[in-house]
């Protein structure tokens, strides 16, 4: 047992040296990978080729850049424009109702593409100048819009849920359907959020704006081709027509139509979201790769066996090895994102969640709320740093201020999952009857 502690402390000791020099994520993994794999277990290199192969080869997986490609159109393109504008008139006469639209407008957006950074990018262009030029405390606009992301992961389609659905052999379908019901709770916690911090401290925001009924019901004539591409993704996945992958095509075809109906899409724009798509793509699945090898690696030098039996033997039950979890993301979040978060710790987590007969769906929609959290949590939090390169002009402080806040409502919706499972499950269950 010493001798696999030791290696343990070492491979995690060089795995930690490794991003402290500021080498990228995926290489650091994978070089204390095949350290650990040709000095330690001692199997030969072609094991990383085969590891590679086995964890990538996924029909699956090929949702993954479709629906990337279909959040980076929609987001090179600005046509959210015209959806945040048109959101407003219905949350506009609400207290704070500028950021509340942004929050609705992340979870429309996030049902398009599923993608935290480029909804962040995409409501800090184009909401937060709207914001500041109506008055609104800094504070609390940046705060919203940094917070709002967590919804794209949530809300299907997810593509951190298609991640871990892929490496953990889950269905993608189930996963998908298990984040709608907690996506639309927090959403609504996250509006309450800042109707409270309005309510308190009415300075935050201006007076709220009246729009007619007239312009209310012209706002949705604008949402309504939107509405259109989020029926036909999700209809098709939940109705059984089309597989993700094959939905997922359907999506990126349909933002092309869509923008181009708009005529906002060139040339250069699809150029521009292909070589995004290949970027965020080839940087997920190479890390995730390096991840598998990793987990092969500490498996087999009986790391993981032994990390699994001393947590499960802990005295404080499951829901308090979860409460260990949720604090180790929250201070990993000050150093690591979502993605980096689940590649790293879930070849030693999902041994421990296994043996503790915790649902799988489940788990993965809990996982999203407490990794998104990593990205508003200073001093690395990757939402924090997208939205101060779009408004500069703002320091970090101000950023991570605004968003602390709303980690309440994250947490509260991470506490009805807990208490009420079937908030994720009932979904999953329901198409899995028909």
Known sequence: MGSEIAIAVLLVAGLIMLLLLGLEIGW?????????????????????????????????LTAMPLF???????????????????????????????????IAGNAIFGAMCGSAMAATATFGKIAFPVMEKKGYSPRLGLGAIATADILSPLIPPSILLIIYGSWQGISIVD??????????????????????????????????IKFSWKERFVAVLEVLPFAAVIAGVLGAIFGGFMTPTEAAALGAFLSLALTLAYRRLT??????????????????????????????VFNSAGIIPLIKDYVISLPIGKYGILALFFIMYFFMGMFFDSWSMLFL??????????????????????????????????????SLAVLHGVVPW???????????????????????LILFPQLALWLPGLLGAH
Not at 358 to 378: C, E, F, H
Request: no cysteine; glycine share 8%; hydrophobic share 55%.
């Open 28 to 60: 650091a993994i994978g070089i204390v990978a095949v350290v650990g794999l040709t000095w330690y277990i001692d199997q030969p290199i072609s094991q990383v080729a085969e590891t590679a192969w086995n964890s990538l080869n996924s029909f699956t």
């Open 68 to 102: 990337i490609f279909m959040g980076t159109i929609l987001g090179n393109t600005g046509v959210n424009e015209r959806l945040f504008a048109a959101i407003d008139k219905w949350f506009g006469h609400f207290p704070g109702g500028l950021a509340i639209s942004v």
């Open 175 to 208: 996963l998908l359907a298990a984040g709608l019901l907690p996506g639309l709770t927090m959403m609504a916690l996250l509006m309450l959020a800042i109707i409270v911090q309005v309510k308190l401290n009415p300075s935050l925001v201006p007076p709220p």
């Open 267 to 296: 040339l250069e724009i699809i150029k521009k979201s292909l070589l995004e798509t290949v970027k965020v793509t080839s940087f997920s699945l190479f890390i995730m790769a390096m991840a598998t090898l990793i987990s092969h």
């Open 345 to 382: 710790t879930f070849p030693f987590v999902m041994p421990i969640i296994h043996s503790l007969d915790i649902n799988l769906i489940w788990w993965g929609v809990v996982y999203v709320m407490a990794g998104g959290q990593a990205s508003m949590t200073p001093p690395f939090g990757l």
């Open 394 to 416: 703002h320091p970090m402080e101000t950023i991570a201020r605004g968003a602390f806040p709303f980690l309440i409502p994250i947490y509260l919706n991470i506490l009805l």
